[in-house]
């Protein structure tokens, strides 16, 4: 004959620091994660098998999902990467995908509130119920809730917290409050289980019966402004649902009060609190997380809350100072998101990045950011020409040139400082302009050095009419370079005369350019080019120019001549020089260049 089981939790705590003492060290072994527990139990006769623990815990969002592999994966997209080009210099890359879940965590009590637990035996009748209260993750039961159960029977035991209610055959619960604490939500465990002799340890995973979405707008270098977007469903959603425990099937509500229409909802996004900086940085601006009721927990399959079946709209807002499109999108169709993948408890991030295809702006702040972002305050000084990474530093081109000076001087003798004798090619392997401007200490290596000038170079440098040294002028001219360049740049913004290297970076940046010209080991080398227009066109844009002539480098090949570049677009052609080959202009433009 079977013997009844009560759990009848009576204050009596001298029986309940006698059980904890002998039942601690397995309590501790079985709860990977701090649980609440109810521990006052049923002690008529004193013995073990009349002794119950329910122990709860909380499964993360996503905690169920798997990679491919099995293992669980860090990242889970569920659509490829999808790339719209907008026309407008702006492209959206549209991805969703699982979030990660948050890690387990040792101490994860449950939060406060009032929980149920239901026994229901293998034909579906309810055969028992216990209540109690979780206040800082200690569990009281209600005064005189027990449960009269058998030892050897198999049951399932519901736990469900305030946010279900039960009406005695159902366990009801929706998703009206699309935002909801975290207390809040419809949490419920189910768990089968077998009464046997001793202490039963019956454990409860506690899961969110909604699932979540977030959007997140990626831009970079600066925030998108005032970005709005709309996201709507053509197909109906259920936002009340039941379940019945007896039968353990879900039923979507319909009709009045109900909710059960499509979704309209208007996320707001919030901002990166990400700062300018120099180096380019993805600003991530998310809106809260919306919950809905997951396709699992309706009933009828498809009548929860269909993702990959949602319409996005930007509503207003740029990026970049350009608009962002108010084209509506299909998610399933468009960015290829599953149309069955929102259950509860899952949790999925939209994410749409916004590229802008513009160049790459110097600002008088030191940072960078593309031409739409500038302000009254911070305009652009220069155009990138190599970014800034967390290991090296940037590269930008002055918009406009610093003035002119002397390609060819009129007497021999130690006209330059230096002469650069390690390498041929003036555009490969060369060493920065901001080197030859500004020191010459420790690179002897690299150059041959008049003692006469080592003595007095930086006066050199600053003294532009210096006798005797006309060359000099043209790295002072670009050392003073100031036009639309405030005094208040900062300290590590220093103009200097660029060298091949820095000149060659600009010229990569040039599709039609002759990319022979830069990689050709011939001091004199002529290519044609009929792309000068496309040169000038990168810095009109943003209030810089560009004109037709010859420019100076700061490398060297003698003490006489410095290397210099010809632009001739009146005759489609582009020359490389030594000056000591070059007749045909005694002066040339000096176009200033800066790390950061």
């Not at 120019?545 to 290397?563: L, V």
């Amino acid at each position: 004959m079977k013997k009844s089981m009560k759990l009848n939790y009576r204050q009596n705590m001298t029986q309940q620091k006698q059980f904890f003492k002998a039942a601690a060290w397995l309590v501790g072994i079985i709860l990977l994660t701090a649980c609440t527990h109810d521990g006052e139990l049923d002690n008529d006769d004193n013995q073990t098998h009349e002794r119950l623990q329910f122990n709860l815990s909380f499964a993360q969002f996503n905690a169920d999902k798997e990679a491919v592999n099995g293992s669980k994966a860090k990242v889970r997209a569920v659509s490829a990467p999808k790339t719209v080009d907008l026309g407008n210099g702006l492209e959206l890359e549209v991805t969703a995908e699982c979030d990660e879940p948050e890690p387990p965590t040792r101490v994860t009590p449950l939060y406060d509130g009032h929980y149920t637990i239901l026994a229901i035996d293998n034909a579906g009748n309810r055969v028992g119920k216990i209540k109690g209260t979780v206040t800082s993750g200690n569990f009281t039961r209600d005064e005189d809730e027990k449960l009269d159960l058998l030892d050897g029977q198999q049951y399932t035991f519901i736990c469900f917290n305030s946010a279900v209610t039960d009406d005695g055959t159902n366990l009801k619960f929706n998703d009206l409050d699309l935002h909801p604490a975290e207390q809040d939500m419809p949490l419920i465990g189910r768990v089968t289980w077998t009464v046997h002799p001793g202490h039963n340890f019956i454990p409860f995973e506690m899961k969110r019966q909604v699932g979540r979405v977030r959007f997140k707008l990626t831009t970079y270098t600066a925030d998108a402004q005032n970005a709005k977007i709309n996201l709507t469903t053509a197909h109906y959603h259920h936002r009340k649902t039941m379940y019945n425990p007896g039968t353990k099937t879900y039923a979507g509500e319909v009709g009045a009060g109900s909710g059960y229409a499509p979704i309209n909802e208007n996320p707001v996004y919030g901002a990166s609190g990400v700062a300018y900086d120099a180096i380019v940085k993805a600003h991530e601006q998310t809106t809260p997380y919306y919950y809905f009721l997951g396709n699992d927990v309706v009933g009828l399959a498809g009548a929860g809350f269909i993702f990959g079946d949602s319409y996005l709209q930007f509503t207003s807002g740029t990026a970049y100072g350009k608009a962002l499109p108010t084209t509506k999108y299909h998610i399933g169709t468009i960015f290829n998101a599953s149309s069955d993948n929102f259950t509860a408890n899952s949790s999925y991030t939209f994410t749409i990045k916004v590229k802008s295809k513009d160049r790459l702006l110097l600002y008088q702040d030191g940072t960078v950011g593309y031409y739409g972002d500038r302000t009254t305050a911070r305009m652009p000084i220069g155009i990138v020409t190599k970014e800034k990474t967390e290991s090296e530093e940037g590269t930008a081109v002055a918009l406009k040139n610093a003035g002119t000076g002397p390609v060819k001087a009129a007497e021999t003798y130690f006209l330059l400082p230096f002469k650069d004798r390690q390498h041929a090619n003036p555009y490969r392997d060369e060493l920065s302009g901001y080197i030859y401007t500004y020191t010459y200490d420790n690179y002897d290596e690299n150059f041959v050095w008049s003692e006469e000038y080592k003595k007095d170079y930086a006066y050199r440098l600053v003294h532009k009419n210096y006798p005797g040294v006309p060359f000099l002028t043209n790295y002072a001219t670009a050392a003073a370079y100031s036009d639309q360049v405030p005094s208040t740049v900062p300290a590590n913004i220093r103009w200097f005369l660029p060298s091949g290297l820095e000149w060659s970076q600009l010229f990569r940046m040039i599709a039609s350019f002759p990319k022979e010209i830069i990689e050709s080991d011939n001091l004199v080398s002529t290519r044609p080019w009929t792309g000068f227009s496309d040169l000038q066109n990168l810095f009109t844009p943003f209030g810089g120019n560009f004109p037709k002539g010859t420019y100076h480098m700061a490398d060297c090949s003698s003490y006489t001549f410095q290397y210099i570049i010809e632009f001739d677009p009146d005759n489609n052609s582009i020359t490389t020089y030594d000056g000591n080959y070059y007749l045909n202009t005694s002066i040339g433009y000096v176009r200033p260049f800066t790390h950061f």
